[in-house]
């Protein structure tokens, strides 16, 4: 039984004019393009596809198809479905009207599926009642289910992680992406599906309710994710340069990753198990607490910039990291013995940890010198409060109480695990 009837109507006599005016241009002798696409597996022989790119296709002719008579009706009966508001802001970004929105992630869309069931532009009653069905199907569902993907370099993993707040890291499928998004070979990183450090995208997913509007901030929570992750590992892990959306399992859109997090660190590609991934989640947790603590929240930017930096600016960076977040007003020397003592375990640790941190003041950020800095932000943040910790560490240096307990001492202290 048809929901709506008039929108099955109007979308049906789109698609059928469409449908007559590809006919009519492949007749005067236009092609569809192909894609020559490889697809690799360790392990397995390379496979090879010819794949049809009737989006794309679609899409290059975007501006003609809405010319076309049945277009203008088939738009205004999806303007008048609440429910499609979310596809019309699919493309919100103040420069695209609601109305090619809608052309573009509804009747395209919807178009293309029905020319791949149909194999091609012959057109075929039962291949749009399918294409229709799950159309509908989406638009008044209960729920709508969103997901978006990134492919991500610098690290490999064993088996699919979970990262906290819908997002995990899993393998990607071979030729998963493209399957979906045709046009995305070259938008994807170098290397991407065949090296084993290039084997993985991060996965954000959501279930949605019906009257909400809008989408998840997809850049934002996989930017956290690459963050939590670089926090993590210490190593050089970056997502993008785009993330892939699907809405209900069909393809919504595709935006740009924030640069901070699609640009790679120098460095080793390194291996995550359960036992880090579950520190990256707590720290993804944790980024939170930046938004009320803006010197934490500098002290992670400062961070984060000096990644991709040599001296001496990657020691201003880490200067002002460390400063941000353990010195306060008391300045660089006192971040680093706050550092000293909650990094170090001895006496002898800590006075080693000082030294090499009273390099950052020379201009000095070598490896070990910034994987302090790094460590500290994480025991900042896996603490939870800064003000105690900084507190609690004076306390420790003057002899007063034992060292704060941090991270997995004080999630067992908390009986929390």
Known sequence: MLHAPQLHHALRSFCLGAFAAVTRELDEGGDVPFAFEEHEAPGRPTLYEYRPLVRPFL?????????LPDARDALEALEREPAAAIFARAHGDGEVSSRDALLRTVLLPLLAET???????????????????????????????????????????????????????????????????????GLLPEGFEREPDRLCVLELQADLDTDEGSVPDAPGELADAVTALRLATAGPVAAGPVLFERLDWKPYGIRAVLPIAATAPPGEPVRLDPVTANRALRLRERLALADHDRELGEALDRWELALFQSDPFASEQLRASLTASMGGVDGLFAGSLRAAAALGETPRERAGILE??????????????????????????????????????????????????????????????
């Open 59 to 67: 899409e290059a002719r975007a501006n003609r198809l809405t010319a």
């Open 115 to 185: 020319a791949e069931a149909c194999g091609g532009f012959d057109w075929d009653d039962e291949a749009f009642e399918r294409s229709y069905a799950v159309l509908e199907g989406s638009l008044f569902g209960e729920s709508r289910s969103y997901a978006a993907v990134a492919p991500v370099v610098g690290l490999s993993i064993g088996g699919a992680l979970d990262l906290g707040g819908g997002v995990r890291i899993r393998h990607v499928a071979s030729g998963e992406i493209a399957a979906h998004w045709p046009q995305a070979r």
């Open 356 to 417: 090499r941190l009273r390099l950052l003041a020379a201009g000095d950020a070598g490896a070990a010198t910034a994987d302090l800095v790094r460590r500290a932000l994480v025991a900042v943040l896996e603490h939870g409060d800064r003000q105690l910790l900084l507190r609690s560490l004076d306390e420790t240096l003057l002899g007063l109480r034992p060292k704060p307990a941090i991270g997995l001492e004080s999630l067992v202290a908390a009986g929390a695990v």
